[in-house]
């Protein structure tokens, strides 16, 4: 006689591990440009602000505080970001990694998808990327991986489309 634990325990079983596929390298310029868009607005408006009022000089420390944390920002988190985020596609499962600080694992079994989509933002668009979204019947919410090259986000749309179609399942 089965365990009840047995009966409502899904039939295959998916494990965490570290997926396989790096992002595409452009992802780094694009991770970069990020960054300098954030921390240029921001550094700008504060020293504008510094200029034009008559701020205490503590005021001055925290901008030159916020400059050091914008460099680093900017040289050091698009570089580990692409060496941390990570995804992979079985005929069972997506798997994504992403996170510098704060690392996530997420592993989405294909008959849990619900839609898969592509999203090209401009900066994406001028560097030939793409983002693909998988969204699933988690309250997790989506998967995303980000970075792809255009066409290899098109060919794993595809792909998952396919792979979701024949999959078993209600996807609820």
Request: no cysteine.
């Amino acid at each position: 006689m089965r365990s009840v634990s047995q009966a409502i325990a899904p039939k295959l079983q998916l494990r965490m591990r570290q997926p396989a596929n790096q992002v595409h390298p452009k992802a780094v310029f694009w991770w970069t440009l990020h960054g300098v868009i954030f921390w240029g607005v921001l550094v700008v408006g504060l020293a504008v602000g510094r200029y034009f009022a008559d701020s205490p000089v503590w005021m001055t420390w925290v901008l030159v505080g916020l400059v050091v944390v914008a460099l680093v920002d900017i040289l050091v988190e698009p570089r580990l970001q692409y060496r941390l985020h990570r995804w992979e596609v079985t005929d069972q499962a997506v798997y994504v990694q992403s996170g510098v600080l704060v690392r996530e694992w997420r592993v989405a079994p294909l008959s849990r998808v619900q839609t898969v989509d592509s999203a090209r933002g401009p900066l994406q668009q001028s560097l030939g990327l793409a983002t693909v979204t998988v969204t699933t019947a988690s309250a997790s919410g989506p998967l995303k991986i980000k970075g792809l090259g255009h066409q290899e986000a098109a060919e794993l749309v595809d792909r998952l489309t396919a792979i979701t179609e024949a999959t078993p399942g209600d996807a609820t």
